[in-house]
T-cell receptor, first 119, second 114 residues
Framework: GAGVSQTPSNKVTEKGKYVELRCDPI?????LYWYRQSLGQGPEFLIY????????DSGLPNDRFFAVRPEGSVSTLKIQRTERGDSAVYLC?????????????????FGEGSWLTVV | GDSVTQMEGPVTLSEEAFLTINCTYT??????LFWYVQYPGEGLQLLLK?????DKGSNKGFEATYRKETTSFHLEKGSVQVSDSAVYFC?????????????FGAGTRLAVHP
């Protein structure tokens, strides 16, 4: 597609339920990132994939959060036993390669996000 | 660790006013610096960037200069328009090498009225 696509755009779920958020990066982009943006704050890093592997998952807040990218394209962020504090916008981004963000032509592109509300 | 601090909003201006949004950072070495913008209902977009000290990034009339001595990257525009109303995020990627891990400030909401 033309840009990074995220689904669903909005999700309301009950506390304790399981949620999956999907990201479809720009075609050909090898690097994929997940960020979380709470109300009134800037995005915070969650996890980064290079190809199929999670190269850095240091931002995942706890073991209820997990992400996969089995074929090196689409990624799914999975949240188990959701809590009200998980309510946020979950942003996905992709780039052609993971290096040289300052270099021309290798920009990180963001999707519009998935708004998750846990009630 | 590396961090970014930007002025709190909202910033409310009249059309054609001068805009400054302050941004300072804490980082080792020479990070790359960025301003991202989030228009209502849209995803984050890269507005401008600077990769080394004294570089000036510019786009759509916005400018920011990488100041190593003051660890700052303030965003400026000489004459704002209503269409500039958005949330602006200052960000960096660390110098330490490795991949592009963006570290964001909290964002500053700009509202421009006619």
């Amino acid at each position: 597609g033309a840009g990074v696509s995220q689904t669903p755009s909005n999700k309301v779920t009950e506390k304790g339920k399981y949620v999956e958020l999907r990201c479809d990066p720009i075609s050909g982009h090898t690097a994929l990132y997940w960020y979380r943006q709470s109300l009134g704050q800037g995005p915070e890093f969650l996890i980064y994939f290079q190809g199929t592997g999670a190269a850095d998952d240091s931002g995942l807040p706890n073991d209820r959060f997990f992400a996969v990218r089995p074929e090196g394209s689409v990624s799914t962020l999975k949240i188990q036993r959701t809590e009200r504090g998980d309510s946020a916008v979950y942003l996905c981004a992709s780039s052609l390669t993971p290096y040289g963000q300052g270099a021309d032509g290798n920009t990180i592109y963001f999707g519009e996000g998935s708004w998750l509300t846990v009630v | 660790g590396d961090s970014v601090t930007q002025m709190e909003g909202p910033v409310t201006l009249s059309e054609e006013a001068f805009l400054t949004i302050n941004c300072t950072y804490t980082a080792t070495g020479y990070p790359s610096l960025f301003w991202y913008v989030q228009y209502p209902g849209e995803g984050l977009q890269l507005l401008l960037k600077a990769t080394k000290a004294d570089d000036k990034g510019s786009n759509k009339g916005f400018e920011a200069t990488y100041r190593k001595e003051t660890t700052s990257f303030h965003l400026e525009k000489g004459s704002v328009q209503v269409s500039d109303s958005a949330v602006y995020f200052c960000a960096l990627t660390p110098f330490s090498g490795g991949y592009n891990k963006l570290i964001f400030g909290a964002g500053t909401r700009l509202a421009v009225h006619p």
